[in-house]
């Protein structure tokens, strides 16, 4: 569906940015990071006014407050793609948050210590990712998200496992949670 409009050819400034990139480095956070929401049942963000007419039409919004820092998601295999012809021209990545502003400990967050982080304690915000094409990170300056690649691997580990298992049954989680 969208191999037609992959460019064949990668930039080289494109190609050397994502070269050193790896899973759960920190970047800069993409700035308009958009999700799509509705104007009916707002689950986040300020509700729309009783007064005002709803549509329900579907639209974009930023993730507001827009993070300072992003942790990327992607495997480090789809970063630097080795083979041709390249067909993963997009990164994910989640908000970073500083332990105050973070959810409650959980599945849901992951603790970075990488040594060049900004002062505090950080944690990935895994409830949200944004995607971005891999051209912003040209020349954006990458920080190591973790002290060790025990740690990083540890957090692909996560990844994959919160992607991985079955749902499941509604009745064994509700049974589960009474």
Same mark, same amino acid.
């Given at each position: 569906?969208?191999?037609?409009? #992959?460019?064949?050819?990668?930039?080289?400034?494109? #190609?050397?940015?994502?070269?050193?990139?790896?899973?759960?480095?920190?970047?800069?956070?993409?700035?308009? @990071?958009?999700? /799509?929401? +509705?104007?009916?049942?707002?689950?986040?963000?300020?509700?729309?006014?009783? +007064?005002?007419?709803?549509?329900?039409?579907?639209?974009?919004?930023?993730?507001?407050?827009?993070?300072?820092?992003? /942790? /990327? +998601?992607?495997? @480090? $295999?789809?970063?630097?793609?080795?083979?041709?012809? *390249?067909?993963?021209?997009?990164?994910?990545?989640?908000?970073?948050?500083?332990?105050?502003?973070?959810?409650? *400990?959980?599945?849901?967050?992951?603790?970075?210590?990488?040594?060049?982080?900004?002062?505090?304690?950080?944690?990935?915000?895994? *409830? #949200?990712?944004? $995607?971005?094409?891999?051209?912003?990170?040209?020349?954006?300056?990458?920080? *190591?998200?973790?002290?060790?690649?025990?740690?990083?691997?540890?957090?692909?580990?996560?990844?994959?496992?919160?992607?991985?298992?079955?749902?499941?049954?509604?009745?064994?989680?509700?049974? /589960? +949670?009474?």
């Amino acid at each position: 569906m969208f191999d037609a409009r #992959i460019a064949p050819e990668w930039p080289k400034q494109v #190609i050397d940015a994502v070269e050193d990139l790896r899973q759960g480095d920190v970047i800069p956070w993409p700035a308009d @990071t958009a999700y /799509v929401t +509705t104007d009916q049942h707002v689950l986040y963000g300020e509700p729309v006014p009783e +007064t005002a007419l709803s549509t329900g039409a579907q639209f974009a919004v930023a993730l507001e407050p827009a993070p300072e820092l992003a /942790v /990327v +998601t992607t495997q @480090t $295999c789809d970063i630097d793609e080795q083979g041709l012809p *390249r067909r993963k021209p997009w990164i994910q990545y989640a908000p970073l948050a500083e332990a105050s502003d973070a959810p409650r *400990r959980g599945l849901s967050t992951w603790p970075l210590d990488g040594p060049e982080l900004p002062d505090g304690d950080w944690y990935a915000d895994l *409830r #949200i990712e944004g $995607c971005a094409e891999k051209n912003v990170l040209v020349g954006l300056s990458l920080i *190591r998200g973790f002290s060790s690649e025990e740690k990083a691997d540890a957090f692909g580990r996560h990844l994959g496992h919160l992607t991985a298992p079955p749902a499941p049954a509604y009745h064994l989680v509700e049974t /589960v +949670t009474e």
